[in-house]
């Protein structure tokens, strides 16, 4: 009976224990998922809302010249970017979004969607709306979104070390203020200014090309000696004539 009664306690206590466990388990997941959950497994051929958020994410491995297109659909263009975005880190490079991949995603983001290495403030030192520029407020803050994925995988193709954005998203009047062209991207929310820092401008507008800008200006263009301005507008713009661009 005795023996009887100290199993039965024991089994309770396991069972306790392995349920704590899985609370513990589970509120971490939670955290890292933080800002937002892959529930299935994504290959060649599927679509939806979660295919665009991955994209998002690997918008900066789309290959020299290239821009991947943030559309809801794998195709191969997506395949291809999420096994650079694997190899950049180590990961089996089979172009299929599984847990390793969607596991290395939460590590980089932070609770808001930004890049661990770059913010929504960063991003905009006009104002805290977004609003006021050539598009919506909600269409700037996207297009930011992005500008700050495809330079966070800039930064690690360039070793990790800090690069400083000058400018991004301004209203028109931010823009008029700082004599800003009428038809600049900064109004978009998607034109961003680098200084030199860790790395020399020539250098950040080289390695831009392989990070899905469209457009790239620096050293040698008219009033960009002084900072690298990367964009992603829709065709294919790259002036930087004192870097060999």
């Known amino acids: 009976m005795l023996r009887g009664t100290v199993r039965l306690i024991l089994s309770v206590v396991m069972i306790a224990a392995a349920a704590l466990v899985g609370t513990v388990t589970t509120a971490g997941t939670a955290h890292a998922d933080e800002c937002y959950t892959w529930n299935r497994t994504l290959s060649q ?7 665009a958020e991955l994209q998002v994410r690997v918008s900066g491995y789309p290959g020299y010249g290239s821009v991947l297109a943030i ?6 263009a997506t395949a291809a970017a999420v096994k650079r975005f694997q190899a950049a880190y180590g990961l089996s490079a089979d172009g299929v979004a599984g847990p390793q991949t969607f596991s290395k995603i939460y590590a980089l983001q932070d609770a808001d969607c930004t890049p661990a290495h770059f913010s929504y403030a960063e991003l905009n030192q006009c ?20 500008s700050m994925w495809k330079l966070e995988a800039m930064r690690h193709a360039l070793g990790d070390a800090p690069i400083r954005v000058t400018s991004g998203f301004r209203s028109y009047s931010c823009n008029s203020a700082v004599g800003g062209a009428s038809n600049s991207r ?4 998607d ?3 680098l200084g030199a820092g860790s790395h020399t401008l020539c ?3 080289q390695q831009a090309r392989y990070h ?4 790239i200006l620096g050293p040698g263009y008219p009033g960009h000696n002084d900072h690298t301005h990367v964009d992603h507008r829709s065709s294919r713009y790259w002036s930087a004539p004192s870097c060999g661009i």
């Open 45 to 51: 051929g599927m679509s939806g809302s979660d295919v």
């Open 71 to 76: 559309d809801g659909s794998y195709g191969p």
């Open 127 to 146: 104002n805290s709306t977004w609003s006021g520029g050539a598009v919506s407020a909600a269409t700037a803050k996207r297009n930011a979104l992005i």
């Open 186 to 189: 900064h109004l978009y929310g």
């Open 191 to 193: 034109g961003v200014d």
């Open 203 to 205: 250098r950040m507008a």
């Open 212 to 215: 899905g800008f469209n457009g």
